[in-house]
């Protein structure tokens, strides 16, 4: 399972189109326009459904990555919403989950015990602008860029063995301290990129696809004591730019 992504537009590609999925209302946080970007404007991830804090996604079956004899392909689509707390609630955490079997498909020709070029792999990418804090608009967002790697699998390792689920969760708090800005964060946009990535040697295939996970899930969590996460090597990057209007 996993949380929310943002796109990058792959050489050729045709051009994204945006599909609004509309507002969701959580326990503690409001999913306000929530928009996807994909390729020739198709719906990769469809609308979601809310439960509690968490909005799920049933994927579409046609979104994967292929690799053949010796290639590298990256396929890429992107997710967006304003997260705002509900009444005092404030927003400490974001989290993303992918689950069920992935499997990595691939047959080797010449050999497993030397495939370790041929592998498959999802990456995620947050973009978070936070928008107010303490219920107060900030006079410039702070943009938080984060990345993680949710998983990996290579055939001389792993075979076509399952991959496991995997986790990326990101704590806003240090991310504010380093602005110098105090307060709990009350409103942002959250924007998401996951990419699905094939890699092959010489005669052999990679195949990621979406239809084998069970579901994508976005998660903001309810407040725990301000404690830091980063899972996955995730990395932390900051800048200022002019507030969305």
Known sequence: MLCITGGLLLAGAPARAS????????TTVDFVSVTEAGDGGAAVFGTPTASGDVLAFTPDSNFEAVSFNGGSVTRSTSLETVVSGRGSNTIETLQARLGGDIDLNAVSQAGAATAFGTRVAADIRFDVEVLAVDGVDLPAAVLVVSDGRLFEANLAEDGSQPVRQGLFTFDLRPALTAEGIAGDVTRLRWGVTLDLIAESETLTQANLSVPAFSEIVLTVPEPAGGAAVALL???CTLR?????G
């Open 19 to 26: 599909i609004d999925h509309g507002a969701f209302l959580g």
């Open 240 to 244: 200022r730019r002019p507030a969305a």
């Open 233 to 235: 090597g995730g990395l």
